[in-house]
Structure formats: C-alpha cells, structure tokens
C-alpha cells in the first residue's frame, strides 16, 4: 500500500457544517498561557518564543497585557519592534489607560475584553449590565481612533445570557470592533452546545467569530472544533495548551485536526511543532505527560509487540499521521511487551546484528527486565544484547573523579576527570544545583569532542526518606539520533551521572561503527 499523509477514519459524518476555507491561529502562550499558576517568562524568554512561534508561522501572537508589570509593557514592546511576520496583539481592558499602555506598545492589533455574565457583573464588577455595555464601546472607539484592529472579547460569554451577548457583541461591531472573540471562560461548554451557541451567534452578528476554550471539563480542543464547524475563524490557543487552570486548548491539536480531519487551511509550519513545544516546556518549566497527544514522548513510541510488527509492515496501521508531519520521530521502544521484530529492528538500530537464537535470548532477557517493573532504556538494551553476542566493546567514556560543592553561599560547581579513549580530560561545570553542575562538568568535557545534548531527564525516588534510592532516565541527543538510558543508585547525583554516562556512550559506540 503506498504512504499517504494521514490515515483516518472513512466514515463521513452527517448533519450540517459551516466550516470556513482558512482559520487564523491566534497563539495567546505568552498572555493567557503565562497565567497559567507557576508559569512566568523573563522578557528575553519571552521575546524567544514570540521568534519561535512566527517560525511555526503563528499569524497572531498576543504577546501580553501591558498594563499588568513595566516588565510586561517592556516585553510587548520588544516583541512588536522585531519586525515579525505575525501581527503582535496587546490585551487590555476597555480602560484610557489600558488602551493607552497597549498603544504605548506599538502593537497594530489590540484585544478589548470586559466580562459580561451576570456572575461576573454583579459579584465581582459590581455593576450593572448597561454600565459593561457602555464601558466596551468607549474603550472599542477610544482605540479605533488610534487605527488600530480591534478585537473584542465579552469574557465569560458562555454563562452569559444570549440576549444580552447579542446586544453586546452588535454595539461592539458597531463602535468598530473587527473580530468577535466568544471566551468559554470557565470551560463549561461540551462540543453539541458550542456549535450551536456559535451558529447562534454568527447569524447574528456580521464580523467574523473567534473561539478562546478553556480545558475544565477537558472539552477545550473538542469545543474549538466545534466553534469552527459553526463557522468560526478564529481559534486562541496556547502551545502545549498551557493556561489559567486547566489550560487553554492547544495549538497543536487544533492545527493538526484542521489539517487531516477537515483539510482546512492554517498556514502553520506544522514541522515546526515538536521543537515549538520542547522550548515552551523548558522556559516555562511545565513539561508534557508522556500520553499527551502528538508532542508526548509515547505519542509516536510503539512498545507491544503486535503494534510493531504491524508499525513495520506499514506506518498507517498504528500511527494515524506520519510523525515527521509535527517533527517528531517513530521509537520503538524494548519493554516486556515487545516482540521479536521490535527488538530486532532495535537491535538493527544500534548496528548489531544478532543471529535468530541470540535475537530469542535478547528477547527473553528484555522481558525478564519488563517483568520485574523496570522501565527496559537504550542502554539496557544494548546490555543486555552486548551479553548475550558476547561483545566486549568498552564504554569510551568513563568516569575517573567527579567532585561536587554546593552550599548556601557558593554557587554549585563541579569537576570531573574522564577517561575518553584511554586518555585523560578534565572539565568543570556551575549549575542551579549539584546535578546540574555534576552534568555540566561533564557535558563540557565531552562536547570537546562530540556534540551532545540531554533532552530529557527525569528522576524517580524508588524508596522513601532522605537515604531514597534515586532511579534516573535521561534521553540524550547526538545529532538525528536520541539515546534513552537510566541508572539507579543511592545518590542522586550519582545516578544522575551514570545515566547521562550511559546515554554519551550508546551515542559514542554507534558514531565509532
Ligand atoms: O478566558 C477568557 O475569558 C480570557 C479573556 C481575557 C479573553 O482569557
Ligand atoms: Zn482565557
């Protein structure tokens, strides 16, 4: 069977659909994504991300809310003066001020939001409805004399009562705004309600519609879609749907559903999703779950054994997208699931080639491993295969001291001598902490010679109390090819260290064949 790009279900459903040629990607990461609670950018991070999202070809980025922090005023002006590709947005309420601070900014677009529940104006705002409406079309013409494309946000608005949004969002439209955004603030939606509130919604309104879902119930992407079968045209999202609470439906889901599922136009450079996402999840500290889909670990990994025969005789049968569509890669993955072609092709991977009774014994041992709850890396793997075909390659590099001081009043610094090939180097490393700088010594020491980056690194505490053994597993990098390896040891740095050691070696041995 020949590849295709995406390989769904065939069944078309029924009912009616409004869906439109093209929807803009508003990205609002750095706004609502950095209130999610403990996210915070400095404003070079910031200013990172807004240069990776216009790689991703976001056409949108709201890059924050002025009025908030003179760092956030400072951020948003940086981002709006590098001369991106997207349209730079400022979010601000229907206040002088904060109109005036968004303009400040320099920013073409600026995003007007006042909440307009009845919840919302009498418990929190203490006013009255007449007052909201009157307040949102002096901000909306305050900023529209300014020439600038306004967007108009009644926050809240799925709680709010029909009547009154279309009373709200017509007056709106009328002081000037461009873009209708429908906030399901608290994510109180399910996908049938959405498409009917929308369709409600767009037949009676002219400017086009906006979703912005939040994730609560987890409905955010299912509800966004929904807003777009009704006729939306707009989608807010965040990478790795970050955001207040549960999160904000995210980027990636929804552009890779509009691109297989309804072939429908975003302009998003979808090879650059994975490194997108990797580099939000390192600045802003919230990493992924592995079973997170299309950027998780095990989105593209395949571990049992009937899923990877099937994996190998044709992509399709279990994996619905070609990995590299997002910039990711197939792993198949050693496990006491795994079956003798997965193992194989592992194997193959590494550059070994074992006989069919070697293969058997590997197999046998990797499942041994599996059953005893432990998770089967690269490395152990290699091992193990290493054992069994009784190859005596040494590691290449080995570890001869490794000193580490930290303290409360020194920076944690490390030194570390090796053995590469015999021969002895010495490095040291300053990191946020012991296993930081333990890592960093010996980074520096090996990237003398061999460019290698620590993808991942997790650690697990396999004991109880302060004497807990650690169990590390850290994935490392050497151009194309990424190496998952674990160690455990009663001290954590140890451990660390040995399981970064490991990886560089399986790295090392496959770059020496
Ligand atoms: O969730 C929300 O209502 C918001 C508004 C500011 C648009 O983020
Ligand atoms: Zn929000």
Redesign the pocket.
Known sequence: MSENQFYLSQYKPGGERFLPEKVWIFD?TL??GE?MPGVTYTIDEKVLIAQQLDELRVPRIEAG?PITSPGETEAVKRIAALGLDAQVVA?SRPLKEDVDRALECDVPYI?I?I?TSDLHIETMMKTTREDVLRSAVEGIEYAKEHGVFVEF?P???TRTDMGYLVEICKAAEDAGAEML?I????GVMTPRMTFDFFKELKAQTRVPLSA?A?NDLGQATANTLASIEAGAEQA?VCINGL??RAG?TSLEEVVVCLAAQYEVETGINTKKIAETSSLVERLSGVYMPPSTPIIGDNAFAHEAGIHVHGLLSHSGNYEILRPEFVGKRSRIVAGKHAGRHGISSMLDDLGLEPTREQLKAVAAEVKKLGDTGKVVSDSDLYAIAKNVMDITADDRVKLKQLLVVTGNTITPTASATLLVDGVEYKGSGVGNGPIDSAINAIRNVVNGFANITLEKFSMKAITGGTDAVADVTVAVRRGEKMVTANSVNGDTVMASVEAILKGMNRLLVESNK
């Not at 906030?183 to 608290?186: I, M, N, R």
Request: hydrophobic letters at 20%; charged letters at 20%; a negative charge.
């Open positions: 609002t706004r609502d209130q809310f979010l995003h939001f909440s946000s926050q809240d608005a955004n906030p399901d603030t608290v912005h939040h807010h955001g207040e904000n």
